[in-house]
């Protein structure tokens, strides 16, 4: 039962002494300091023919590029549909504002935006996102409803 643990002492000391060549090069050189006088970190230079390999971009930092896309605009009008049926105001108006950036002319999600924007409470806002949809859609069914919201917004 006990076979594996010297297996394991001698493994283990001897990973030790393959790291101490490295550690001990890298103590002998002092600390390099910035023109502030603050420590900073060696980086371990390439080798002379290796190409320094540039660090990962994480895609999720990176800002989405949005150009006239009517599906896609359909595509987050109906999750942010999606989010609004689950009480998610907040994720719903991300959705909503971003279906509007993939296709500026998409009158539900102009209309959708400014009922989100409503119950958020930001009625400058919610005037603004329904005066696009009156220029978008100027003889909808609803027209004279949201006009009527527009001015009481104001």
């Known amino acids: 039962m006990f076979r594996w643990l010297p297996a394991l002492l001698i493994a283990g000391v001897a990973l030790l002494q393959a790291d101490a060549p490295e ?18 970190k060696q980086r371990p230079k390439p080798a002379a023919g290796a190409e320094e ?44 504002k971003g279906a509007t950036r993939w296709n500026d002319g998409s009158a539900d999600a102009w209309l959708r935006l400014g009922e989100v924007e409503e119950k958020l409470k930001d009625p400058q806002a919610a005037r ?3 005066s696009k949809y009156l220029e978008v859609a100027p003889d909808a069914k609803n027209a004279e409803q949201i006009r009527k919201k527009v001015a009481r917004l104001k």
């Open 23 to 40: 550690n001990q090069a890298s103590q002998d050189q002092p600390p390099a300091k910035s023109k502030s006088g603050e420590l900073q």
């Open 128 to 130: 603004e996102a329904y």
């Open 53 to 96: 390999i540039p660090p990962e971009e994480d895609k999720a930092l990176t800002n989405e590029e949005f150009s006239f896309n009517p599906l896609e605009a359909e595509k987050w009008v109906r999750v942010g549909n999606y989010y609004l049926k689950q009480g998610k105001l907040r994720a719903a108006e991300g959705r909503y």
